[in-house]
Nanobody, 121 residues
Framework: QVQLVESGGGLVQAGGSLRLSCAAS????????MGWYRQAPGKQRELVAN???????NYADSVKGRFTISRDNAKKAVYLQMNSLKPEDTAVYYC???????????????WGQGTQVTVSS
């Protein structure tokens, strides 16, 4: 069983900052890509940013220049530093990881339970 546990969400005023953290635990041999997705009410879940095990990253156009994704491979953790937050960033943010549980297992995606980020205007 693989678990992803997020933390760091909350309520912040527009222009403020938050840092999300996500730690993976359980039977894990290796983690490839890790990322953050978000889902606002009435909208589909969308990619915010992802980062490969080697450190290369991708961002949604809407967050480029404001959000920074990073990871600590030793801790099996991924982080999202969110600056200059806007009301339209309000959503539930989900952590995602591409995980291999054993040498014979296939790569599978694991999801966290989500953490609420609310940005007031």
């Amino acid at each position: 069983q693989v678990q992803l546990v997020e933390s760091g969400g909350g309520l912040v005023q527009a222009g403020g900052s938050l840092r999300l953290s996500c730690a993976a635990s359980g039977s894990i041999l290796s983690i490839n890509n890790m990322g953050w997705y978000r889902q606002a009410p009435g909208k589909q879940r969308e990619l915010v940013a992802n980062i490969a095990s080697g450190g290369s990253s991708n961002y949604a156009d809407s967050v480029k220049g404001r959000f920074t994704i990073s990871r600590d491979n030793a801790k099996k953790a991924v982080y999202l530093q969110m600056n200059s937050l806007k009301p339209e960033d309000t959503a539930v943010y989900y952590c995602n990881a591409e995980v291999k549980r054993s040498i014979y297992a296939q790569w599978n995606y694991a999801w966290g339970q989500g953490t609420q980020v609310t940005v007031s205007s």
